[in-house]
């Protein structure tokens, strides 16, 4: 089976524009979860979607969106780009709802010039 | 602010010999995870360790837990080149973990 994958793996971007990150989960994993990694932190969490509806939301501004698709993947959207959004974005899947264990993607490093 | 914090931020070995990495937190948890992380990759999960339990073993690794002081420790064993990586550990709050800055460990060889 595939694991989590992430596309794209690493993008520029400038300060203003937008970007959308894709993300699908383990087959059969109904749950998926979005991270925020800056370099020399642990990830911390922006959104989580189980069965297609948010079920959490991090301490994000309403700049940062989701959604989850009926086949389980997701994007995740982030408009006006800050230099401070450069990143490594983690996808995360689980079967459950909830955080439980999480298999990662590899991640989208994004940079924000 | 995080819900764990590392310690130490980083960690430098020779190969064979122990590594110990330990995590404090802050509040009441159900469970607490270990994950490791290559060169800023994705996160790989390690271990799982519930509230109930006092010692875990995973091949090489041994994760204790101490509810009372609110902390964990990570051991590797035998440490090689390949456990270079940098070490997380996590714990649930809500429908999220909440993840530690980590440990960084450099085994060399």
């Known amino acids: 089976d595939a694991g989590v994958t992430q596309s794209p793996t690493h993008l520029i971007k400038t300060r203003g524009q937008h970007v959308t990150l894709r993300c699908s989960p383990i087959?059969?994993?109904?749950?998926v979860s979005w991270y925020q990694q800056v370099l020399g932190q642990g990830p911390q969490f922006i959104f989580q979607y189980y069965e297609k509806e948010e079920r959490g939301r991090g301490n994000f501004p309403d700049r940062f969106s989701a959604r989850q698709f009926p086949n389980y993947s997701s994007e995740l959207n982030v408009n006006a780009l800050l230099l401070g959004d450069s990143a490594l974005y983690l996808c995360a899947s689980t079967p459950l709802r909830g955080a439980n264990v999480l298999t990662f993607g590899a991640g989208s490093r994004l940079t924000v010039l | 602010s995080q819900q764990g914090e590392e310690d130490p931020q980083a960690l430098s070995i020779q190969e064979g010999e122990n590594a110990t990495m330990n995590c404090s937190y802050k509040?009441?948890?159900?469970?607490l995870q270990w994950y490791r992380q290559n060169s800023g990759r994705g996160l790989v999960h390690l271990i799982l360790?519930?509230?109930?339990?006092r010692e875990k073993h995973s091949g090489r690794l041994r994760v204790t837990l101490d509810t009372s002081k609110k902390s964990s420790s990570l051991l590797i064993t035998a440490s090689r080149a390949a456990d270079t990586a940098s070490y997380f550990c996590a714990t649930e709050y809500g429908n999220k973990l909440v993840f530690g800055a980590g440990t960084i460990l450099r085994v060399k060889s």
């Open positions: 087959s059969g994993h109904k749950s």
């Open positions: 360790i519930r509230s109930n339990e």
């Open positions: 509040t009441s948890i159900n469970n």
